[in-house]
Every structure is written in structure tokens, then in C-alpha cells.
């Protein structure tokens, strides 16, 4: 849900974090199906546009996103369980880090710039993107994220 303009009456958070902590938008009902209240604690944003029962059924929406990054980490002791270093050479703008477990080698790389960036990598195995066009494959020698996009790879032999 992106974020919501808070009137200043309204305003509950001294910091300013309000418009991001809206109540969740369940449904395009009265309030969004969060309350039966005559209002919620905070205003919402467009519940007709973006709600969770919208996003349900919607393989590329962000709902689905969030789903299959919880299984990715159900599934991967590495991600769970594994030790964590930052990699030293990532471009300006990303976070690259490593989870590594005795036997898996994750890379998780994330592009927080409004262009593309280029990531040195080794033979990996795509597991998830943020980019609904990326699909998944072997991969050698450097990968390309969109703008904003955040990928999971496995290191392969």
C-alpha cells in the first residue's frame, strides 16, 4: 500500500511514520474491511484500488510477492539459519549480502537506485525477483537489476 497523507488532526506519531502505517486494507468495503467503527484509528488510502482481496488470485501482485519470499525462507536454511556478510564490492545504491549455511550458499541482492545496476555474480540459480519479466535460469558473471528490484540467488557449482 504506498503511503497515506495524514491530516495533521489526524496525526498520531510524533516522528511522521503515520502514512506508512495505515490499517490494512482488507477488502474494497467501508473502511476496507479493517473496522466496523465509523472510522479507523488511521485514514486509508484507495481501499478499491489496493486490498488484500484484489491481490489474492494475482500471481504478480505484491501480496504474491510477499508469499513466495515466506517460502523461500521456509525452505532455505540459509536464509533462516545461516551466517550473514555483506558483500564488499556492491555498486552505489545496492545492498548485496550472502546467507550461507553448510550446505547452501544464498546471495541476495537489492538495486535501491531509479536506474539499473550491474552485479558481479558467479554461476547462480535464479530463486526470486521482484522483477515480475525475470524468470527463472542459470546465470554467470554478472546480473542486471531493473530499478528497485530485489533478487535471490543460489549459488551453483
Known amino acids: 500500500m504506498p503511503n497515506v497523507e495524514i491530516p495533521e ?3 498520531r506519531d510524533r516522528v511522521g511514520r503515520d502514512g506508512c502505517r495505515t ?17 479507523a484509528w488511521l485514514p486509508l488510502g484507495d481501499c478499491d484500488a489496493i486490498n488484500v482481496e484484489k491481490q489474492h488470485d494475482d500471481g504478480s501482485s505484491m501480496l ?16 533462516s539459519e545461516g551466517s550473514y556478510r555483506t558483500e564488499p564490492n556492491a ?9 550461507e549455511a553448510a550446505d ?3 546471495m541476495v541482492a537489492l538495486n535501491f537506485a531509479d536506474t539499473p545496476r550491474r ?7 535464479m530463486l526470486l525477483s521482484s522483477d515480475r519479466n525475470r524468470h527463472e535460469g542459470i546465470l554467470t558473471g ?5 530499478s ?4 535471490v540467488v543460489e549459488l551453483v557449482q
Open 23 to 39: 490499517p490494512m486494507q482488507w477488502n474494497a468495503s467501508r473502511n476496507g474491511g479493517f473496522t466496523t467503527a465509523s472510522e
Open 119 to 125: 552485479i558481479e555474480i558467479p554461476r547462480v540459480s
Open 91 to 99: 555498486p552505489e545504491d545496492c545492498l548485496v549480502f550472502h546467507r
Open 142 to 146: 554478472t546480473i542486471e537489476l531493473a
Open 64 to 79: 504474491s510477492l510477499y508469499r513466495r519470499m515466506i517460502h523461500l525462507r521456509r525452505i532455505n536454511r540459509a536464509l
Open 9 to 11: 488532526h489526524r496525526k
Open 104 to 106: 547452501q550458499h544464498l
Open 148 to 151: 528497485n528490484e530485489g533478487a
